[in-house]
């Protein structure tokens, strides 16, 4: 479904991805696990075109979308739930939400049906629909930003660190959305939670220095591993 082929990425001079080749199959969860600043989020904004490949190619859906702005991809059916919970604070919930389904082309109807799965994902947001974004907390924060990447009623959604900073209470409850999801959309996670990681992919990769070291079915590994260990160092 979503294919990168030897994609190399810079920022300015400094070359961040090296021939990076990852895929991720439909109905699949694929962890991309490692070290902080080896160039995992700079991978999933590279598949949303905030950060243009100098070479390689990004498939999706058998069509070539390197070359595509930014603001089209996630019109073709990916979504994007950055790591710093991007909510409009001053918008309440709803309005957050609305920014996803109120679009050229989206049918009231299927407004009405995404809304409604979305608040029965998340009743909390339903409750607090008319409350300002900014006043929820961490936790409210990235179920919103999940929510409205749903909005857009994707094929593939990117997870970009869905659990830094939330309690043990919340990480649970963002590994329960995961479970739930994987059912409607294949899945790309970039998280530091190694054991969770581990826990919902189906298969995970592991990123050092910009680069792709190893793949592997996830159920083949766990902490202490010595791949684990070697590249995160758990």
């Known amino acids: 479904m979503l294919k990168m082929d030897g994609v190399n990425a810079y920022y300015g001079k400094s070359h961040v991805l090296h021939s990076v080749s990852l895929e991720v199959g439909e109905g699949e969860v694929v962890g991309l696990l490692g070290r902080n600043g080896v160039g995992k989020s700079t991978t999933l904004k590279t598949i949303m075109g905030l950060v243009p490949p100098q070479s390689g190619s990004v498939v999706f859906q058998e069509e070539e979308i390197s070359k595509k702005r930014a603001h089209e991809i996630p019109r073709m059916g990916i979504g994007f739930v950055p790591e710093d919970r991007r ?109 969770m990681t581990l826990d919902v992919s189906n298969r995970v990769y592991i990123m050092e220095r910009g680069a792709i070291q190893h793949e592997s079915a996830a159920s083949e590994l766990s902490l202490g591993h010595e791949v684990i260990h070697k590249y995160l160092g758990v």
């Open 87 to 195: 909510v409009f604070p001053l918008l309440t919930v709803y309005e957050n939400l609305r920014l996803g389904f109120d679009r050229y082309g989206m049918k009231e109807s299927r407004s009405e049906e995404l809304l409604g799965m979305a608040y029965e994902f998340f009743p909390i947001l339903q409750e607090r629909r008319n409350q300002l974004a900014g006043t929820l907390s961490g936790g409210e924060q990235q179920m919103l930003v999940i929510a409205r990447a749903m909005m857009l009623d994707p094929k593939v959604i990117l997870l970009d660190e869905p659990t830094e900073g939330l309690m043990p209470r919340m990480v649970g409850q963002i590994r329960e959305i995961i479970e739930v999801l994987r059912n409607r959309v294949a899945i790309l996670l970039v998280e530091q939670n190694v054991p």
